[in-house]
């Protein structure tokens, strides 16, 4: 008897880290639905749609066709000023549709969360240290966090800042400061904000892992932290890129976050420890070799929106 074919529902497939996991599970043979909200996603071999999350009879009509045996869900809103601004709108696609998909949801679903429920005071933070968010993107995914992990088949992935190729529509950091240093202008890099950034790449391998891992080994609190290889402050992963693409380092400009606008809301070490991952045989590509074959994969700006 052949097994039968894994079938994926992407959230956010037409984001910058869902266009990239919806392909590596198309490359592993996977049956993938990849939804974009208002945009297109552009992923060979899937089978692509937009539909608003918001529309809760839609998607529960598309669940009842489709019945995936994994969600990963990307989708939501993700700038800190947007939910900050407009807490209740973004609390409705962050933790209600959250809600909503987990009820609908027979199989297994991984949710994206991030380092941002952290405070950054004390870091580096395991899979069992205490959230404390500093604002209100971070207290959304906190409570996101708690619905997806009161459910046994909800799983959370922490995701630090990732970092990769710019893709059809999404982008990371990484993508604005090639493009100034690319075009001579100057960066303003924070020299007192550290991450543990990931590149996007082995994300993508960090699902299947978690994916692909047998539902009773599934560690308690089934939180993963997807950190990469190394911690690292703006100004290091800036002149890392410049290593990495030809690009002269002597353009960034060193600041503190504090002296910005709102500065004190951001969160100054927030470095994870990968210890389930780890503990799964997943290990990141440290960060100047993962950005070295960015740059040798990096797409021309005509080919990206
Ligand atoms: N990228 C990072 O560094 C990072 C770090 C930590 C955590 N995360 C989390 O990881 C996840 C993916 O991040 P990302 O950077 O890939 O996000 P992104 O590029 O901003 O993409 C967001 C996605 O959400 C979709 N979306 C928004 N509203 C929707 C709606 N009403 N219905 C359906 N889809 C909707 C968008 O679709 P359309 O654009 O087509 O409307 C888009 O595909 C997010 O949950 C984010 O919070 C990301």
Redesign the pocket.
Known sequence: MTAKTPRLLV?????????VVARHFVALGWDVIA???????AIEGSRSR??????FPKVTELFAQEKPDFVF???????IGACQNNPSATEA??VG?TRHLLHLTTGRLL??????VFEGTEAPYDEKSTPKPLHE?GSQ?LTAELDVLGTPRGVVI??????GQPGK?????LTWMVDALKQQKPVNLFHDEWRS?VW?EDVARACEVIFTTAKDTVPQPAIYHAAGADRLNRVEMGEMACRAFGLDASLIRPLSRLDVPGGEQRARDVSLKNNQLAALGWKPTPMDEAMTRCAAIWPAPTTRK
């Open positions: 959230t956010g497939a037409s984001g910058f880290v869902g266009e939804l974009g909200g208002t945009r297109l996603p937009t539909l608003d999350l918001l529309d869900h990307g989708a939501g809103a993700t700038s696609l962050n549709v949710f994206c969360s991030t380092d941002l993107y995914k922490r995701l630090p800042l990732v970092l529509w999404g982008s990371s950091a950034p996007v």
